[in-house]
Nanobody, 114 residues
């Protein structure tokens, strides 16, 4: 079992920044890939960013150049730095821990006002 605790969501004006954090505990290893997905009202869940245990990163097309995913020194924490936020970034953001079973966090709301 893996537990994920997300934090850092909130309300921000367009052009602003937010930093999301996700801490994993339980049966987690530093080699596990972790990432962020998001889901806006009425839309399908979409990939935001993934970081592998080795530090490689992958981003969804809509956030490339604006968002940065990274891992903390303890490796069981992942961050999502979101810059130049747009109203269309408004969504619930979910942290994901990939492995034999995928574990999802409870989600944190990000709202970008125009």
């Amino acid at each position: 079992q893996v537990q994920l605790v997300e934090s850092g969501g909130g309300l921000v004006q367009a052009g602003g920044s937010l930093r999301l954090s996700c801490a994993a505990s339980g049966s987690t290893l530093s080699i596990n890939d972790m990432g962020w997905y998001r889901q806006a009202p009425g839309k399908q869940r979409e990939l935001v960013a993934v970081i592998t245990g080795g530090g490689s990163t992958h981003y969804g097309d809509s956030v490339k150049g604006r968002f940065t995913i990274s891992r903390g020194n303890a490796k069981n924490t992942v961050f999502l730095q979101m810059n130049s936020l747009k109203p269309e970034d408004t969504a619930v953001y979910y942290c994901v821990h990939f492995g034999p079973f995928d574990y999802w966090g409870q989600g944190t709301q990000v709202t970008v006002s125009s």
